[in-house]
């Protein structure tokens, strides 16, 4: 029983369409998060983050920065990876929807203005790599194929 659940969340559509939206959406995510745990890229590392996040409601700053962070960043790795995509890309999708609306969806939508349409597009990548999985060149079709031969 626990192999099928993990084969079917390995499993994916074996197209090429995973490899370009993993990889642009792993290094968009892991440079995010890279700001918001270590002050990377002109960030401002987690007591700067967790400061601003406290100061918008979402509190403790310093443990959401933590959490946003983290899912951003090893996230962003796993999906460049493609290791534990589906659940990777459903954490992935949360991180997105929060962050719509709890900053960005009372500045409309487009970016100009910090509203949400750079996290809407990071969404819909997300909900497509839940719905297709990470496709033919990923870690997870690897071991999806390793775990097939010794069932």
Known sequence: MTTSIIQNTLTSNKSLSGLPLRLIAGII???HGSQKLFAWFGGYGLDGTGQW?????????FYMAMLAGGAEFF?????????????TSIVLA?????????VHISNGLFMSSNGYEFALSLLAITLALIIQGAGEFSLDNVISKKLNKTA
């Open 94 to 102: 949360i991180t997105m929807v929060i962050a719509i609306f709890s």
């Open 75 to 87: 996230g962003g790795l796993l999906l460049i990876l493609g290791l534990l995509t589906r659940p």
């Open 53 to 61: 996040m406290e100061s918008i409601g979402l509190a403790p700053g």
């Open 29 to 31: 995510f892991t440079a």
